[in-house]
């Protein structure tokens, strides 16, 4: 790892070339919020109610037109008197007046309130997905978040063994091509399948960049060009919904969004605004491809590296490059697995994994609380966004000055004290204590994610930095997905849910104690590397520069 950072150090370090293309790397982020947001909008459940069906009704109430026959087919419920969702009024048979004596499902459709999210035209009015077909929403749901879930650990490990500019590049092109057939779709379960590889693709395209854009940084610059990538997801978030207005139909709302895509691919396709990581390239053992990018850097910084004034310099850059690359003529690419003969790196990586599952699957126990009936559209989509933009300049604040592990434990800890005080004073608290508990744990658990995508990126090894970020990431997709399960049973397993994942966080409490202190430290490139890092005090001084090993090798025996 030594030998790693100087060539690195002697290349130019993070010059100019390596922050132009690190904040370059933030625009595509907003394509990412794009893609994120597009789940709660195209599942927008809009008011509706049964379309009449006249041939149903008594013959003296079959000449009714307008509110009179809406109010003969339609049942009021409630002390709303709000129109049914989904029954009819039933007359019977043969009768001499004219006085429904039940109800019975919908015969000709529904009526929409429209628009709804700012769609006129949305997956759930045009296949109505309602009533008896409303367990869909949440399969569709489940199906996107499950794609996401597989790209992160199957692409996760493509990254590791291809590369990151390899699986970035194809992750983009499945994702334009995919994005532009659910546009297509013509039945539900075409979008089903097509949902379900978008957010796969989308998964490798968010994370060969968030790994990439990671190597590119040394460690002062890497919270702040990693976490600020989230302010740009946040803008794509917001930015959708005008969007969808603008649109007005699903189906020219993904196409917008899959020409978004392609625009990138035009761009950030090209080796200049998208290079391989010289660190995969390094610690894989690949030092000629490196050496060319490395040199490309210097060229870029205002360093010529035929300068002879800079001899020096580059023959040792040159020698470390051959020391690197020493005996190992094929390229050497690892697995995940490997972690499984490692005493603290397995460890960290579990430990984070389980942070993230307890964040995605907390984060709906709170916005339920927030909006304990059923909710607009705009009111949970524009908090969500509004709370990760607060979590990211939260961590960008603090994230550097106190350290990863005291910020994760603070979130931790605000998050399970928060899911604990909803569970217990549900029926006691007033509502503007529980609304302010609500977004405090929704704002910490936004913070613990962010973190702990970061913290593991930067605890596991450059060799297999794909896979463990993605099995990280994909536990928090996991989490994700409780949500809509509980919604296939009509959302009555959502006290439970909120019950397994509090008790979740406060375990999780715990675990964080266990964590290394990932400031200021070197990236550990081999596997050796990832389980030599040592639990630092909370206490203690920032710890040294890029350029120190994480711990003093052994001496070995003479």
């Avoid at 050496?291 to 040159?318: C, M, N, V």
């Amino acid at each position: 790892m030594e030998s790693e950072t100087r060539v690195l150090r002697a290349a130019g370090g993070f010059g100019r070339a390596r922050r132009l293309l690190a904040a370059a790397s933030w625009l595509p982020c907003v394509a990412l919020g794009l893609a994120l947001g597009s789940e709660p909008l195209l599942t927008a459940l809009p008011a509706h109610y049964c379309r009449p069906d006249p041939a149903l009704l008594p013959p003296a109430l079959r000449v009714l037109r307008g509110p009179a026959l809406l109010d003969a087919s339609v049942p009021r419920l409630g002390p709303a008197r709000a129109r049914s969702p989904c029954l009819l009024l039933r007359y019977p048979e043969s009768a001499s007046r004219a006085r429904p004596n039940g109800t019975r499902p919908c015969t000709r459709g529904w009526y929409y309130t429209l628009p709804a999210a700012g769609l006129l035209r949305s997956p759930v009015t045009q296949w109505n997905l309602v009533c008896e077909d409303g367990w869909k929403v949440p399969l569709e749901q489940m199906s996107h978040l499950l794609g996401w879930l597989l790209g992160c650990v199957l692409l996760g490990a493509g990254c590791d063994w291809f590369g990151r500019r390899a699986v970035f590049v194809a992750s983009l092109v499945l994702a334009t091509g995919l994005g532009a057939g659910e546009a297509l779709a013509a039945s539900f379960p075409a979008l089903l399948a097509l949902r379900l590889l978008h957010g796969g693709a989308l998964a490798g395209f968010s994370l060969a960049l968030y790994v990439a854009r990671l190597e590119l940084c040394d460690s002062p610059h890497r919270l702040v060009f990693s976490v600020a990538a989230g302010l740009f997801s946040v803008l794509g978030t917001l930015l959708l919904p005008g969007l969808a207005l603008l649109a007005q139909d699903w189906r020219l709302l993904q196409g917008l969004s899959a020409l978004v895509t392609g625009l990138l691919l035009l761009f950030w396709g090209f080796p200049s605004l998208f290079p391989e990581s010289p660190r995969w390239l390094l610690a894989t053992g690949q030092p000629a491809r490196a050496r060319k990018i490395l040199w490309h850097f210097a060229e870029a910084g205002g360093a010529d590296p035929e300068d002879s004034s800079e001899e020096e310099s580059s023959l040792a850059t040159a020698t470390e490059l051959d020391m690197l690359g020493a005996g190992s003529p094929q390229p050497r690419y690892h697995s995940i697995l490997e972690l499984r003969h490692t005493c603290i790196a397995w460890r960290n990586g579990l430990i984070l994994g389980f942070s993230s599952l307890i964040c995605g699957g907390i984060r709906a126990s709170f916005l339920r609380s927030l909006t304990p009936s059923e909710p607009a559209f705009y009111q949970p989509y524009f908090l969500g966004a509004g709370l990760e933009a607060i979590a990211t300049v939260f961590l960008l604040l603090t994230g550097d000055r106190w350290g990863r592990r005291p910020v994760l434990l603070l979130g931790t800890l605000v998050m399970g004290l928060a899911s604990l005080l909803l569970l217990a004073g549900t029926q006691y608290l007033p509502e503007w204590t529980m609304w302010s508990l609500s977004v405090l744990g929704l704002l910490a658990s936004q913070a613990v994610s962010a973190l702990s995508s970061l913290f593991a990126a930067e605890v596991l090894p450059t060799v297999t930095r794909g896979a463990g970020l993605g099995l990280v990431l994909g536990a928090g997709f996991l989490g994700q997905a409780a949500a809509p399960l509980a919604d296939l049973h009509g959302r009555r397993g959502f006290f439970l849910h909120h019950v397994v994942f509090a008790s979740f966080a406060i375990l999780a409490l715990l675990c964080v104690l266990l964590l290394p202190e990932s400031r200021g430290r070197g990236l550990p490139a081999s596997v050796q590397d990832a389980d030599r890092l040592c639990r630092s005090p909370l206490r203690g001084g920032r710890p040294g520069p890029d350029h120190l090993p994480l711990l003093p090798p052994t001496p070995r025996p003479q």
